[in-house]
């Protein structure tokens, strides 16, 4: 988890370099730096959201995963039930 937050700061950390680049202001100028650490708080709270939506559709993908190999399981042994059955009734 926490290496998503760090790389998602640093994404920020990089956005905010990149725009003052493109604006050719000092990267380190002391009326910028304070725009470093929003943009790392908001690419970290960012990387949370994305872990989130991340564990959320990992449960979901477990749940349809087991359910379907319950199906699976359930048709195997009805069709194991069925072979082993169709030759008892042809004898009788």
Not at 7 to 31: D, Q, V, Y
Not at 55 to 61: D, P
């Amino acid at each position: 988890m926490v290496h998503r937050m760090i790389f998602w700061a640093g994404f920020g950390l990089a956005t905010r370099a990149w725009s003052l680049g493109i604006e050719r202001r000092p990267i380190l100028g002391r009326n910028t730096l304070w725009g470093y650490p929003v943009f790392a708080a908001i690419g970290a709270s960012f990387g949370y959201w994305v872990q989130g939506v991340d564990e959320r559709q990992q449960a979901i993908l477990q749940e349809r995963k087991q359910a379907i190999l319950d199906k699976r399981a359930r048709r195997a042994a009805r069709q194991q039930e069925q072979a082993h059955g169709e030759p008892e009734a042809a004898a009788h």
